[in-house]
């Protein structure tokens, strides 16, 4: 069966370190990739998202990047973080169209 | 993209109480998942149901998708499904995972 692993489980991090957050999926191949966050009391807002091994899309502008470089690994990155980085990350995998998407476990980031 | 209305924003159940949450999108879909997160974080999947009806116990989930809505029924509530319910619909021919999430119900039971 597919299982998705996401480290570490919670991160508090200073303002202006750099980030990194990975993801793995295992038992399946080619599948779809995604990273999204979720603010306090909110739903999820997809960041990235990965359709193979360097395809990496944005749904929206910020100071976060992805990579995928294996394909079935994906990663959550920044440079340098922003008090307004914090929040909950959690990675997700799906197949192909029109299948589930089913998510890992998250990860708890606080900026200070 | 489309926009997800979910309601109520809070519910207080007694347990064995049974209710009624629902979710209403306002485009035409090709796809829905119901989630459960628990108090954890972790979002456990309920069901995928881009249309009819489906039973998983004590759940049940209806998508009407001519009329843009989905309900998801929890009979004889226990404290375990106190959390956070998001439904997540997508449009187009993409995978799950590209959905939208609505804001979500959340749900206590009290003992």
Not at chain 1, 13 to 35: F, I
Not at chain 1, 88 to 106: D, P, R
């Amino acid at each position: 069966s597919q299982t998705i692993h996401q480290w570490p489980a919670t991160l508090v991090q200073p303002v202006g370190s750099p980030l990194s957050l990975e993801c793995t999926v295992e038992g399946t191949s080619n599948p779809n990739l995604y990273w999204y966050r979720q603010a306090a009391g909110r739903g999820l807002q997809l960041l990235f998202y990965s359709v193979g091994i360097g395809q990496i899309s944005s749904e929206v502008p910020q100071n976060l990047s992805a990579s995928r470089p294996q394909d079935r690994q994906f990663i959550l990155s920044s440079k340098k973080l922003l008090l307004s980085d914090s929040g909950f990350y959690l990675c997700a995998w799906g197949g192909q169209a029109n299948t589930e998407a089913f998510f890992g476990q998250g990860t708890r980031l606080t900026v200070v | 993209g489309i926009q997800v209305e979910q309601s109520p924003p809070d519910l207080i159940l007694q347990e064995g109480a049974n209710s009624t949450l629902r979710c209403n999108f306002s485009d035409s879909v090709n796809n829905l998942q119901w989630f459960h997160q628990n108090p954890w974080g972790q979002l456990i999947n309920l069901f995928y149901i881009p249309s009819g009806t489906k039973q998983n116990g004590r759940l049940s989930a209806t998508t009407v998708a001519t009329e843009r809505y989905s309900l998801l029924y929890i009979s004889s509530s226990q404290t375990t499904d106190s959390g956070v319910y998001f439904c997540a619909p997508l449009k187009g021919n993409t995978n799950a995972g590209k959905s939208t999430f609505g804001d979500g119900t959340t749900l206590t039971v009290k003992p």
